[in-house]
């Protein structure tokens, strides 16, 4: 393993793992988002790093990551709009009166 390649695949473990702890704890859908959000910033920084590593004179692994930020913000849109209209409809964002959307 590069030297350069171990303090990326630290950084981007890191992110999934706080990601997973944070959208796997959270009952606010917003929170929910965020630790999602991590957990795509953590996959992405490793990719990053592992096509860096394997493939350092291609640009093709920049593809990548506009996907993955595209699915980011894509996400994100969604998710908050998603939120608005239940914050607005119901007066919380919590996930456990999501129960009553079920009918």
Do not use: C
């Not at 990326?8 to 997973?20: E, Q």
């Amino acid at each position: 393993m590069t030297p350069e390649l171990f303090p990326a695949l630290i950084t981007g473990a890191a992110l999934f793992g706080i990601g997973i702890y944070g959208a796997l704890s959270q009952t606010n859908l917003v929170m929910l988002l965020m630790g999602v959000e991590l957990i795509l910033a953590g996959a992405m920084v490793n990719l990053v790093a592992f096509w860096h590593h394997l493939h350092p004179d291609t640009p093709a692994g920049q593809m990548f990551v506009l996907i993955v930020m595209t699915v980011m913000a894509v996400e994100m849109a969604v998710g908050f709009g998603v939120a608005i209209a239940r914050f607005r409809a119901i007066g919380s964002v919590e996930m456990e009166e999501a129960a009553e959307l079920k009918g």
